[in-house]
């Protein structure tokens, strides 16, 4: 099984902030990458697919990138509405998620 | 509009049953693959079952194999999970969630609580 360690775990930004979390997988996943944010008490939401494709709705403030076994994610001008807990998913090889990053108001 | 509406959650004896059930509306039910994600309290999310479009193929994480199953009534454009020897550790807020084939999750539903206690 493929295994995603996602990193920080927690993260503390300003508003305004350029904020990055990193997902590092077990073996390739061919860029097989989603990002998705939640927030409490509601379901997750899709951000990004394909490593850096955005869904539609998606602010253009966030992005994605990488390869092979490394990828991240960012949040440019971080806003109050993005205050969340963040989490990658590889969906190469059967589906497994990263433990999480929460982002915080410093 | 997609939408997904989870029911059947509540609480449950440690080794007894539950089945939760996913209405689906708004979209083509039997062009999807769907699929049950769970998030224990306070903890991240995690996949469950998969279940193709057809329901010919099945997939599940290691630990509820033997112990879990997924279907689908395409007639009814719902889902199911029927858990079966439950466990304290699958205390959790079970979500279904659409995935177009080849593609991640894209649309959720708003989750069911399922508690395991005595």
């Known amino acids: 099984d493929i295994q995603m360690t996602q990193s920080p775990p927690s993260l503390s930004a300003s508003l305004g902030d350029k904020v990055t979390i990193t997902c590092q997988a077990s073996?390739?996943?061919?860029?097989?990458i989603a990002w998705y944010q939640q927030k409490p008490g509601k379901a997750p939401r899709q951000l990004i697919r394909?490593?850096?494709t955005l869904v539609s709705g998606t602010p253009s403030r966030f992005s994605g990138s990488g390869s092979g076994r490394d990828y991240s994610f960012s949040i440019s001008n971080v806003e109050s509405e993005d205050i969340a807990s963040y989490y990658c998913?590889?969906?190469?090889?059967?589906?497994?998620f990263g433990g999480g990053t929460k982002l915080e108001l410093k | 509009e997609v939408q997904l509406v989870e029911s059947g959650g509540g609480l449950v004896q440690p080794g007894r049953s539950m089945k939760l059930s996913c209405a689906a509306s708004?979209?083509?039910?039997?062009?999807?693959?769907m699929a049950w994600v769970c998030q224990a309290p306070k903890k991240g999310l995690e996949w469950v079952a998969t279940?193709?479009?057809?329901?010919?193929?099945?997939y599940y994480r290691d630990s509820v194999k033997g112990r879990f199953t997924i279907s689908r009534d395409n007639a009814k454009s719902t889902l199911y999970l029927q858990m079966d020897s439950l466990r304290s550790e699958d205390t959790a807020t079970y979500y279904c969630?659409?995935?177009?084939?080849?593609?991640?999750?894209?649309?959720w539903g708003q989750g069911v609580m399922v508690t395991v206690s005595s």
């Open positions: 073996q390739n996943i061919n860029k097989y």
């Open positions: 998913l590889q969906y190469d090889n059967l589906w497994t």
């Open positions: 279940i193709s479009y057809d329901g010919s193929s099945t």
């Open positions: 969630a659409r995935h177009p084939f080849g593609a991640p999750f894209d649309y």
């Open positions: 394909y490593t850096s």
């Open positions: 708004g979209f083509t039910f039997n062009n999807y693959d």
